[in-house]
């Protein structure tokens, strides 16, 4: 017979590996190839120390003279703070009695709703990564009440059926924990279920979170290009050696623009990018121009699973959640994500993992990672923004030479 302790033995030995090599491998490419790692650690913050530009102790001198003065390399330190990342499954007694005299039923519970955790933390993984960490999904366009209330909203990127979600008005929040029946990326609709809203009503301008995280999400790749003034507490100002490189182009995507490009990211950062990153349509604009101009269309099987187009030997990986109309150009070897530990369960007093929540005939378990993402070496991460829909712009496409964009490059 089946107990709880006898689960809880099943899901920390057999469960907890294969969960963790699915989130690790399994999210997607760019998220394959960060560091994982948990030698930054420093109490509840991770301190991640980087350096730019040359040693300064370099110099040639006749045979007589004075030795070259030290010049260490300009270096400064990040102090990242930690995420926490939950997820959670709840499993009823009565789901639980009536398979504990048959293990392969309680298997098949635990599969089903262990899978679709693991899905939903792909997804919420990866949506983070291509987030600045104030957790903002969306915002309200309009909004139509009835059985089955539906609202416009400006992006739904990072939105899927079946998320809870908060409404925030004024910095206060409106309504919480509010699901999403239905996602309609077309027309950028959503729908909630029948009856869900009442008599609450939400108005243009409302901004839409996941629930309980406003503020306290992953600090993705859109933080490294932030326009604020400081990068985990550096300052830009005084250290302009680690903010990114950046380019407007203007224009339509070329093959040549990407080559200018990847070159001027190279030089200002002394390390060559080895992924480009950009969503499904750019990539598709820059397959187009490949069949435009006739070149070899090369592909790259990468670790995951994963396969996808190349640029010179470099893989360009079409992502959901990166922008349209941007490129970027990283340096994978450079970014971490700096963990506490990874992918565990939480534990109960007596280190039981299937809690029974309070006063209700249910169990619960959480698994859980307190964890971040840093840009070690800012510089060395390069987007190419402003290019143009082809589909909207007046340009000639085919083998026009975009390289010179609407300004020079910066950072």
């Known amino acids: 017979m089946l107990s709880v302790s006898s689960i809880d033995a099943v899901l920390k030995s057999y469960y907890l590996d294969a969960i963790c090599a699915s989130l690790n491998t399994g999210v997607s490419p760019l998220y394959s190839a960060i560091e994982k790692s948990a030698a930054e650690i420093t109490g ?37 703070p930690l995420k926490n990342i939950y997820g959670v499954i ?18 098949g519970l635990l599969n089903t709703e262990i899978k679709a955790m693991v899905r939903s933390a792909q997804f919420n993984l990866n949506r983070m990564l291509w987030m600045d960490g104030t957790g903002l999904l969306a915002t309200v366009k309009t909004f139509t009440n009835g059985a089955m209330p539906t609202a416009t909203v400006d992006d739904t990127r990072f939105l899927a059926e079946g998320m809870k979600v908060d409404f925030y008005r004024s910095g206060a929040a409106v309504m919480t924990g509010v699901r ?110 490949l069949e435009l101009n006739r070149r070899n269309i090369d592909y790259l099987n990468l670790d995951g699973g994963f396969k996808t187009l190349a640029f010179n030997g470099i893989p360009v990986v079409g992502e959901r959640f ?13 970014l971490k994500l700096v963990q506490l530990n990874d992918w565990e369960w ?37 987007r190419l923004k402003g290019i143009e829909d082809p589909s909207s712009s007046t340009t000639a496409s085919g083998g026009t030479d975009s390289g010179s964009g609407a300004d020079d490059a910066t950072g």
């Open 322 to 334: 990166a922008p349209d109309g941007e490129m970027y150009f990283l340096n994978t070897p450079t």
């Open 90 to 107: 709840d499993i009823s007694d009565k789901a639980l009695r009536a398979s504990r005299d048959n293990a392969s039923g309680i298997v």
């Open 180 to 289: 999403i029946a239905d996602v309609n990326h077309e027309t950028k609709t959503l729908t909630f279920p029948y009856g869900i809203m009442n008599t609450n009503s939400l108005q243009a301008g409302d901004l839409i979170y996941i629930q309980k995280s406003k503020g306290n999400e992953v600090n993705g790749i859109p933080y490294v290009f932030d326009t604020g003034n400081t990068y985990f507490g550096v300052n830009k100002a005084t250290n302009p050696g680690i903010k990114p490189v950046e380019k407007s182009l203007g224009d339509e995507l070329t093959v040549d623009a990407m080559q200018e490009f990847f070159d001027t990211a190279s030089l200002r950062a002394g390390v060559q990018p080895d992924m480009i990153v950009c969503s499904m349509k750019t990539r598709r604009q820059y397959l187009k121009q």
């Open 346 to 382: 939480l534990e109960g007093e007596n280190g039981s993992i299937l809690n029974q929540l309070d006063r209700k005939a249910v169990y619960t378990a959480t698994l859980v990672k307190y964890a971040n993402f840093v840009a070690a070496y800012p510089r060395g991460q390069a």
């Open 44 to 80: 509840k913050d991770a301190v991640v120390p980087t350096m730019y530009g040359v040693c300064g102790g370099l110099g040639s001198t006749d045979e007589t003279g004075e030795l070259p003065d030290s010049g260490e390399c300009l270096r400064t330190g990040f102090t990242v």
